[in-house]
Nanobody, 123 residues
Framework: VQLQASGGGLLQAGGSLRLSCAAS????????MGWFRRAPGKEREFVAA???????WYTDSVRGRFTISRDNAKNTVYLQMNSLKPEDTAVYYC??????????????????WGQGTQVTVSS
């Protein structure tokens, strides 16, 4: 399974950006797809996740500003980020997991990881 993330960039606070992550390989390998981020000097943290059937999870700091979605026909997950803040600056990673019990909020839940894409929000 390969995950290819794209869409990062540099923008000012209040702006919007959409990240994409295209998956390849057996579709049962990415029943759940998620986004994590790592800010400078911090641990990697969960951002959002979505199941094949469309169930979603968000961390509180992005709820209402970020929207995760997926196009199963394209094996692609998106993260629409609105009202961006400087504290959203981080390397964003997409991840994929097979169907399993549990809540997909920790990195241990996931089987595959894509390369990161940098998002920088200036004040």
């Amino acid at each position: 399974v390969q995950l290819q993330a794209s869409g990062g960039g540099l923008l000012q606070a209040g702006g919007s950006l959409r990240l994409s992550c295209a998956a390849s390989g057996p579709t049962d390998s990415y029943y759940v797809m998620g986004w994590f981020r790592r800010a400078p000097g911090k641990e990697r943290e969960f951002v959002a996740a979505i199941s094949w059937s469309g169930n979603t999870w968000y961390t509180d700091s992005v709820r209402g500003r970020f929207t995760i979605s997926r196009d199963n026909a394209k094996n692609t997950v998106y993260l629409q980020m609105n009202s961006l803040k400087p504290e959203d600056t981080a390397v964003y990673y997409c991840a994929a997991a097979r169907l399993r019990v549990g809540v997909p909020r920790t990195d241990l839940y996931y089987d595959y990881w894509g390369q990161g894409t940098q998002v920088t929000v200036s004040s």
